[in-house]
């Protein structure tokens, strides 16, 4: 077999991104960056291991024998040895990582890896600033990111998709009352990602007495501008999401700015123009004034979860 030319000799990293459609891993050159060319995709029905994955694509790029650094971003909560990746009967086992690479692994939250990207592509910045990066995809991610000019760049992950939902208006808490009966409490990602806007536009679609047009995400996104009922579901999975954003801000002081990442989120970003969604965000507390001024910005960078993997190994280098 042919060394894939230029990196495998020089590679001091393999990174990867886990997620519920499949394995990206990519190699880290000594500059940090990722290797043109090495990145490979496995789709999950062909993943029986992530270790699989990795031994066959160290073979493939005919790595070198000896110890190789490795950072993963995957879907999930990153706490303990034996990490459950969301929505997949995939696991990430720490020390199994550790013996097989011969360093053990940086395991990060996918959105704690893209707000690394985030930082790296933007800089540190003069002034201190605490932004709130999420994003509705299948699931709803939030990570913090803290730079200061001082300290350098913090980001902390968190599982606030999964904090509890507050329905801003009257016509959302029906709505949820309705998607959840008997529920007191309901989680933001079960409304606020790809699969809650698709039961709330067959919700509308029903109470409307009409019959849903579509049956995707995409799709329903896609026909905003041209069906009733598709537009009300996305102004209302935005004014959801809003609310939550708004939460989250007070929660975590991201007094400077919300980023919201992933297909979901800036296919509903035209919606967060509209008064409801404004209104939503600000919401209806005390500091309701100082959120409104909050900006929110839709910002997702390509193979982000990659790119934020090989930055968080150089800043624990």
């Known amino acids: 077999m042919r060394m894939y030319e230029g990196t495998s000799a020089g590679a001091r990293a393999i990174v990867g991104h886990v997620g519920r459609k499949g394995m990206r891993l990519a190699l880290v050159d000594a500059g940090g ?36 650094r490795s950072a993963f971003a995957v879907a999930g909560l990153v706490r303990g040895d034996a990490i459950s990746v969301t929505r997949t009967r995939w696991f990430l086992s720490r020390s199994g990582l550790a013996a097989m690479l011969g360093h053990p692994p940086i395991i990060l939250n996918d959105f704690e890896a893209e707000a690394w990207a985030l930082a790296a592509r933007d800089g540190a910045g003069a002034l201190a600033t605490t932004h709130c990066v999420a994003g509705a995809t299948s699931g709803l991610g939030v990570a913090i990111l803290r730079r200061d000019p001082a300290r350098g760049i913090t980001v902390i992950a968190t599982e606030g998709g999964h904090a509890a939902f ?67 579901a996305c102004e209302t999975i935005a004014a959801a999401f809003a609310a939550h954003l708004g939460n989250l801000v007070l929660c975590h002081g991201a007094w400077d700015g919300v980023i919201v990442a992933g297909g979901l989120g800036a296919a509903l970003a035209p919606m967060f123009r509209r008064p409801r969604v ?4 600000a919401g209806t507390g005390r500091h309701a004034r100082s959120i409104a001024q909050v900006p929110i910005r839709f910002d997702t960078v390509p193979q982000g979860e990659l790119l934020g993997a090989a930055e968080a190994l150089k800043a624990a280098a």
């Open 33 to 68: 960056r990722i290797a043109p060319g090495s990145t490979r995709f496995h789709e999950a029905a062909t993943v029986t291991s992530i270790s699989g994955a990795i031994s066959g694509f160290q073979r493939e790029l005919a790595l070198p024998p000896g110890a190789i």
């Open 166 to 232: 507050t329905p801003p208006d009257a016509e959302l808490a029906a709505i949820v009352a309705a998607l959840f009966p008997g529920r007191l409490s309901v989680g933001a990602e079960e409304l606020i990602s790809a699969s809650g806007l698709v039961e709330v536009y067959t919700h509308l679609a029903r109470t409307q007495g009409t019959a849903p047009r579509f049956t995707s995400p995409e799709a329903i996104t896609a026909g905003a501008d041209r069906d009733t009922v598709a537009e009300a």
């Open 278 to 281: 404004t209104a939503a965000f």
